[in-house]
């Protein structure tokens, strides 16, 4: 049955076919913690006779959500240790991320925002706020680019959208401003004209980075959205959350990036799952990725290597996941290198109080 609404409770996804009433206790106790949110399209996708559907596991609440191991951590990347004002994070010297929302149109059951994210979450930037953000971003000229993300930012209106380019637009040392966005694939006819124009209205270069992780969310009217896009001059690249149970075979892995490829889009990032709490059930081991990753070479186009990258929690940035940064110490542990050159231990070494 394909939902006509957004799917957002236990009781919708009962009805909808996509849980069974039995899990209703297990699965509301994952609901009263975190988010739930399925577009049509999303459910739509899902084959509720599959219990393994790649789409499913991405946004259907699993019991295994509220299971926490003690090195997960609610902000695994520690946006907060380098957020000066609320909503501007400036962990690089030449970018800040800018949360303008906290609200997405579908909940990733994986994601490292999770505590942070949905009605209950952080919600939108308020004025003062976003005042005090844009005037951060003003007083910093070394700022060159800034990335709207959160939450996901094109929830907003194009109203809105085009309220922050042109606050943008004024800011004559940012020049190139970035999206990053699910709604291309989860809600694409969301990418209509005014969108577009809102996207395009600062005058400064345009990219989206789209988030996708199986090549069936490219769907007819997903490349249709893409398409709209890239016609209208905006740039667009990948980024994609290598998961156990969705895309960690080559054969997946690869028809991922040639879809993108297919469309105009440029594969950018694959991330290793991040350390966030009750997502222990998605993550595989480094040297399961790195294998994976090894797998594309001579598999597949040079146009569709992504770049494989580790976000070290705690703060230190993204590395590359490869020899050069990474040391394997034995048992599941490694030393990371970040990109001041500086070392730490993954997963961060757990203190336990007596």
């Not at 990347?77 to 609200?103: F, Q, T």
């Not at 003003?138 to 700022?143: L, M, N, V, Y």
């Not at 789209?210 to 905006?234: F, K, S, W, Y």
């Not at 480094?286 to 290597?305: F, K, M, P, T």
Request: proline share 7%.
């Amino acid at each position: 049955m394909r939902a006509m609404r957004a799917l957002k409770s236990i009781d919708d996804l009962e009805e909808a076919g996509l849980a069974a009433a039995a899990r209703h206790a297990e699965l509301s106790d994952v609901a009263a913690r975190y988010a739930i949110a399925i577009t049509p399209a999303m459910a739509a996708l899902i084959d509720p006779a599959d219990p393994n559907d790649p789409i499913a596991r991405q946004f259907v609440p699993d019991a295994a959500e509220l299971v926490r191991l003690p090195e997960e951590r609610e902000d695994p990347i520690g946006d907060g240790a380098h957020s000066p004002v609320e909503g501007i994070v400036h962990r690089y010297p030449d970018r800040v991320l800018l949360k303008a929302v906290h609200v997405c149109p579908v909940y990733c059951r994986f994601c490292f925002r999770r505590e942070m994210v949905g009605p209950q979450g952080l919600g939108t930037l308020a004025s003062q706020a976003m005042d005090k953000a844009f005037a951060y971003i003003a007083d910093h000229p070394e700022i060159w680019e800034v990335i709207l993300t959160g939450g996901d930012p094109l929830v907003l209106s194009p109203r809105r959208l085009a309220s922050i380019m042109e606050r943008l637009a004024a800011i004559d040392h940012v020049k190139i401003v970035r999206f990053h966005t699910r709604v291309p694939v989860v809600e694409a006819e969301r990418v209509d004209e005014a969108l577009i124009a809102a996207l395009k209205s600062s005058g400064k270069t345009t990219y989206l980075a789209l988030h996708a992780n199986h090549p069936r969310e490219l769907t007819t009217d997903a490349r249709a959205a893409c398409a709209r896009l890239v016609d209208a001059g905006i740039v667009m690249v990948s980024q994609s959350v290598l998961l156990k149970g969705v895309n960690d075979d080559p054969d997946t892995l690869a028809a991922l990036m040639r879809a993108f490829v297919e469309n105009r889009i440029k594969p950018y990032y694959l991330h290793h799952p991040d350390l966030a709490p009750g997502t222990s059930h998605f993550r595989l081991t480094i040297e399961e990725g790195q294998a994976l990753v090894a797998s594309l070479r001579g598999r597949v186009s040079g146009l569709c290597q992504p770049t494989y990258i580790l976000d070290i929690p705690g703060g230190h940035g993204k590395t590359v996941v490869s020899a050069s940064t990474i040391e394997d110490n034995g048992g599941g542990c490694y030393t990371v290198s970040d990109f001041h050159g500086e070392t730490h231990a993954y997963p961060p070494v757990v203190t336990v109080k007596d």
